[in-house]
């Protein structure tokens, strides 16, 4: 929680989370509250937009995963406890600063708009609002990777997925503001699940024009996305250089 509110959309985020855990407390006997989809957009917006999102949710409880037969992937919740989902709610409710009481059936249904998928356009546009996160650049060449890889292979379908609890995926991508929202933009726009419950997203489509525009966004933005990386370290560099001063008097 920590680290979610660290970021300017951590509040959004830790209400998505708060009423995920109400949803489920509201049935514990009905499975389908323990469900939360990947590609929501109130999942994409809020907790997939922020660092520790994706952390967060299996923290709560939803360390599971189920596929649908549309081929829609779900975080899934196992194990529904009373106590422990009470415990939750008092957490969430003292850090949001929410009163006591009910959560209303109305109150968890979102009208935030989806992410619109596979455009040049829309992927510059996230990626201008992530460029002035910290690993900003490490995430945008992660994507360039991604995108790479498939335009060398276009064929092959491995390539075409990417696990969403890899460590890797976390600590770049999953692990700066909208990298969902952006890899939904790059074109991963479906979801799979494998054998043993682990859930990628799929680029279910190569166009190799369409992939080409997108790589090229991606290289435009990196500089700028450098740039920024630049300003943090001098200020880290600045920070450290203060302590150092506050120490030898």
């Not at 970021?7 to 855990?21: R, S, T």
């Not at 649908?68 to 779900?74: E, F, K, M, Q, V």
């Not at 059936?105 to 979102?110: D, N, P, R, T, Y």
């Amino acid at each position: 929680i920590d680290r979610i509110l660290e970021h300017p959309g951590g509040p959004l985020a830790l209400m998505a989370l708060f009423l995920y855990v109400n949803n489920v407390r509201g049935d514990l006997s009905d499975p389908e509250r323990r469900l939360v989809s990947l590609m929501s957009p109130t999942f994409i917006a809020c907790v997939g937009a922020v660092p520790g999102g994706l952390e967060g949710m299996q923290a709560a409880g939803f360390t599971a995963t189920h596929q649908a037969h549309d081929g829609t992937t779900y975080l899934f919740m196992p194990v529904a406890s009373r106590g422990v989902l009470a415990q939750l709610d008092r957490e969430l409710r003292e850090r949001l600063r929410l009163p006591g009481g009910a959560v209303p059936e109305g109150f968890a249904q979102s009208q935030l708009p989806g992410a619109r998928v596979g455009d040049p356009a829309a992927l510059r546009e996230v990626l201008a609002g992530m460029k002035t996160a910290p690993n900003a650049t490490r995430a945008m060449r992660t994507m360039l990777q991604y995108a790479r890889a498939v335009k060398q292979r276009p064929h092959d379908p491995r390539y075409r997925l990417v696990h969403l609890f890899n460590r890797q995926f976390l600590s770049t991508v999953g692990g700066v503001p909208r990298g969902l929202e952006a890899m939904r933009a790059l074109g991963f726009t479906g979801t799979f699940q494998a054998a043993d419950g682990s859930p990628f997203l799929v680029m279910p489509v190569v166009e190799m024009g369409l992939l080409e525009q997108l790589e090229r966004v991606l290289l435009d933005e990196l500089p700028r996305a450098f740039a920024y990386d630049r300003v943090f370290a001098r200020q880290q560099q600045g920070q450290a250089g203060q302590e150092g001063d506050a120490g030898d008097e």
